[in-house]
């Protein structure tokens, strides 16, 4: 989790994250969801969306785009369909919903 923590900004696979702790990629994928219940890309991908998330209500002048390539996603449109299937919703139209 250390490693996702800090890397999550960046391109990150299995392969990244089994080399760092030298340990093999199906021993690191198995222990992790056994203790934490996700896949590794899986909770990777949810913690880049809770952050990204913070980032749309807390910094109102950076676009979608611009927090989304932040954040680690690939593209704006990846991170509204993966936001649109979390949240129900687009990222714009949630910023608004919550802006004063």
């Not at 952050?51 to 611009?66: F, G, P, R, V």
């Amino acid at each position: 989790m250390t490693y996702i923590f800090k890397y999550y900004r960046d391109a990150i696979a299995i392969e990244d994250i089994a080399n760092g702790l030298e340990l093999s990629k199906s021993y690191i994928s198995h222990v992790f969801k056994e203790m934490t219940g996700f896949s590794i890309m899986n909770y990777l991908m949810r913690y880049r969306l809770s952050a990204s998330t913070s980032a749309l209500l807390t910094d109102q002048t950076k676009s979608i785009k611009e927090i989304a390539y932040e954040h680690g996603f690939e593209s704006d449109a990846h991170f509204s369909r993966f936001f649109k299937k979390n949240f129900g919703q687009t990222p714009n139209r949630f910023r608004k919903s919550y802006s004063l």
